[in-house]
C-alpha cells in the first residue's frame, strides 16, 4: 500500500469560505464565529495543549507505519494531509487521510487525541461528514461513511455512517455560519455553562 501526499485544490481566492474547524467551533459556542470572524480575535490556540498534542499525533501518524490498522477497515490505499477545498460547501480543509475501500468506495480518516467513547460527539460526527462531503466532491466518487481515530487510552477506530439527514445538517450549520458573518450580529452563547470555563474568549464574552 503507497502513501501519498496530494492536493485537489478547488479553492477561489474570490469565494469566502470557512474550515471544518471554525464549524467544530461553531457547535461548540456560535460565538467562536462572531470572536472570530466579524472581530477578527484569534484564539492562540497554539498556546493550547491538546492542540499542540493533536499535531504532534498527526506528525507521528503520518511516519508511522499502521498497515494493521487499515486491513481492519479493508484499505487498499490510503492518502495523507489531502488539501480540499469546495465552492458549492464553500468550504476549505486537509483531510488527515482519504482512505480507498475495498468495496470502490472512498471514506476519510480522522485522528483525534482523545479517548474513545461508546458515544458519538456530535462535533466530531459533523466533521467526518463534511470531509466526506469535501471527498465525495473532489473525486467524484461514492463516500458512505468515515472513521474516526482514537489516540489517547486504549487506541480505538470508530466507523461512522453517513445519512441525508447527517448532509443536511452540515449544510444548515454552513449556512448559520456564514449568516452570522455575512451580518455580523452577536449570537446567543452555547446553553452549556461548563463550556465556558476553558473559553479562550470568557474574560470579552458578555454572560
Not at 1 to 17: F, G, R, V, Y
Not at 68 to 77: F, S, T
Not at 115 to 141: A, D, P, R, W
Amino acid at each position: 500500500m503507497e502513501d501519498q501526499l496530494i492536493e485537489l485544490n478547488t479553492d477561489d481566492e474570490a469565494t469566502p469560505m470557512i474550515t471544518p474547524s471554525e464549524l467544530i467551533e461553531h457547535i461548540y459556542c456560535p460565538r467562536f464565529t462572531y470572536f472570530m470572524n466579524c472581530l477578527d480575535i484569534q484564539q492562540n490556540e497554539h498556546l493550547r495543549y491538546k492542540v499542540l498534542k493533536g499535531r504532534q499525533l498527526h506528525e507521528t501518524k503520518e511516519k508511522t507505519n499502521t498497515e494493521y490498522l487499515r486491513k481492519r477497515i479493508e484499505c487498499i490505499k490510503k492518502e495523507i494531509s489531502v488539501y480540499l477545498a469546495s465552492k458549492n460547501l464553500k468550504v476549505r480543509g486537509v483531510v488527515d487521510e482519504v482512505i480507498y475501500l475495498r468495496d470502490g468506495t472512498l471514506a476519510p480518516l480522522d485522528y483525534k487525541y482523545t479517548e474513545y467513547s461508546e458515544y458519538t460527539f456530535k462535533t466530531h460526527k459533523i466533521q467526518s461528514v463534511l470531509y466526506g462531503m469535501l471527498i465525495e466532491e473532489n473525486y467524484n466518487l461514492v463516500v458512505k461513511k468515515g472513521f474516526i481515530y482514537y489516540a489517547r487510552g486504549m487506541a480505538k477506530i470508530k466507523e461512522i455512517y453517513y445519512t441525508n439527514e447527517d448532509k443536511t445538517e452540515a449544510c444548515k450549520i454552513i449556512d448559520e455560519i456564514f449568516n452570522i458573518i455575512e451580518k455580523g450580529f452577536f449570537p446567543r452563547k452555547t446553553k452549556y455553562d461548563i463550556r465556558c470555563i476553558d473559553c479562550c474568549y470568557r474574560n470579552i464574552c458578555p454572560k
